[in-house]
């Protein structure tokens, strides 16, 4: 069965400083990739997709950037956090499906 | 333009029936997705309608309107652990369209 893991949970970072998500899939192959952004008591907001290694869709312009190292690896980064990037962001996978499956998110609070 | 509405939130009663709406306007359709999410979880799938019509899973049913852009998930023989929010997803063109979601409030 497929599992999707997303570390860390829970992040307090300072503004100005960077960031790196990671989100791995296990017992797939070729899974198209998702990150996206809730905030509090809102709905998804889809930053980045991807249909395979290398390939990145960005869905909305900020100081965020996503990468695809690995087929089942996908990570979120940026150089410079701002306060508006605080949130729950969540990391899903889907295949031929089309119902996506998310991972346990990781919350980011930007102090 | 695409547009997905939901109320914001619902109160309903212990072992009574719910009904939560969802209205969209998209520039392709395939489907109409329900995911079901408590406060500080991850979002988990409930059902994706194709098809107009009622689809029953347990207490739980979805039904889809293509020609009125309308879907909603009916909730039966509530129970405490069903409070959560609900959200769905038009899926249009190799992407999900997603509500801002309904937080449903049980009562005992």
């Known amino acids: 069965s497929q599992t999707i893991h997303q570390w860390p949970a829970t992040l307090v970072q300072p503004v100005g400083s960077p960031l790196s998500l990671e989100c791995t899939v296990e017992?797939?192959?070729?899974?198209?990739l998702y990150w996206y952004r809730q905030a509090a008591g809102r709905g998804l907001q889809l930053l980045f997709y991807?249909?395979?290694?290398?390939?990145i869709s960005s869905e909305v312009p900020q100081n965020l950037s996503a990468s695809r190292p690995q087929d089942r690896q996908f990570i979120l980064s940026s150089k410079k956090l701002l306060l508006s990037d605080s949130g729950f962001y969540l990391c899903?996978?889907?295949?031929?499906?089309?119902?996506?499956?998310f991972g346990p998110g990781t919350r980011l609070l930007v102090l | 333009g695409q547009n997905i509405d939901q109320p914001t939130e619902m109160t309903a009663t212990e072992g009574a029936i719910v009904q939560i709406n969802c209205t969209y306007q998209t520039s392709g359709f395939n489907g109409l997705f329900w995911y079901q999410q408590h406060a500080g979880e991850a979002p988990t799938f409930l059902s994706y309608?194709?098809l107009d019509g009622l689809e029953e899973k347990g207490r739980f049913s979805s039904f889809l309107s293509r020609s009125k852009g309308y879907s909603y998930l009916l909730l039966k023989e509530l129970q405490m652990k069903d409070s959560a929010s609900y959200l769905c997803?038009?899926?249009?063109?190799?992407?999900?369209?997603w509500g801002a979601g309904t937080k449903l409030i049980i009562k005992p």
């Open positions: 997803a038009a899926d249009s063109n190799y992407q999900l369209i």
């Open positions: 309608n194709v």
């Open positions: 017992g797939t192959s070729n899974p198209n």
């Open positions: 899903a996978w889907m295949k031929e499906s089309k119902t996506q499956y």
């Open positions: 991807s249909v395979g290694i290398g390939q």
